[in-house]
């Protein structure tokens, strides 16, 4: 079965600290993709990036870099230099090549005080 | 381009009334999506809909129903509000089924009193 966990509820962090968010997931597939969402408080939803099984380089954009290890399942996510406008809920997701569902983890709360 | 847009953004319920949450999207992607996001529990897929005709059931479609008469419409009915219904209720779609990038609605946030 597949299962994503994100065992951060809340992160509280000072602008210009650095802050990870954790992602460690379950599944049986050999293939699969993972995401990472956003959702700042006005509530809506945002894609961040997609990263499919057989991907496990890194991937940096911007202030934004993602570090994908398939040997722990995990789909770590960082931000350099926060900012308030970073303060948001982020999702971390998965779904099975083929399948029609993306299970989404509970979800961590950053926030980032001026 | 509007994307997904949902209505109502808010409403309040009796218990035991019924309402029907709208979602529309303007991009022709064939797959579409309902999700309810609870406090701290993350998205419960509802139901969700592969093409016009065609839709099944996700984790949580007890209390409610839908229809996919076109491409673009992905209506969410509730027949028996109950206060386990309250939440905040998102449409998303999105091209290639689970594999792709999911666009998502503003949501609904539904109360049941």
């Known amino acids: 079965a597949q299962k994503v966990t994100q065992a951060q509820t809340e992160i509280s962090v000072v602008e210009k600290e650095d802050v990870t968010l954790d992602c460690v997931y379950e599944?049986?597939?050999?293939?699969?993709?993972l995401f990472w969402y956003k959702q700042p408080p006005s509530g809506e939803l945002v894609f961040l990036i997609r990263?499919?099984?057989?991907?496990?380089q890194n991937e940096i954009s911007g202030r934004y870099s993602w570090n994908f290890q398939k040997s722990t399942s995990s789909f770590n996510f960082t931000i350099t230099a926060s900012q308030v406008v970073d303060s948001a809920v982020y999702f971390c997701a998965l779904s099975e090549t083929g399948g029609f569902k993306t299970i989404f983890g509970a979800g961590t709360r950053l926030f980032v005080k001026a | 381009n509007a994307g997904v847009t949902q209505t109502p953004k808010f409403r309040i319920l009796k218990i035991g009334q019924s309402m029907t949450l709208q979602c529309t999207q303007d991009?022709?992607?064939?797959?579409m999506y309902w999700y309810r996001q609870d406090p701290g529990m993350g998205l419960k897929l509802i139901y969700y809909s592969v093409g016009a005709g065609i839709t099944d059931k996700g984790e949580v479609p007890n209390g409610y129903n839908v229809s996919r008469s076109t491409t673009e419409d992905f209506p969410l009915r509730l027949e028996l509000a109950a206060p386990s219904q309250t939440s905040v209720y998102f449409c998303a779609s999105s091209w290639a089924g689970g594999k792709d990038i999911q666009y998502f609605g503003a949501g609904t946030r539904l109360s049941v009193l």
């Open positions: 599944t049986r597939d050999t293939t699969y993709y």
């Open positions: 991009m022709n992607h064939n797959y």
């Open positions: 990263r499919n099984s057989f991907d496990e």
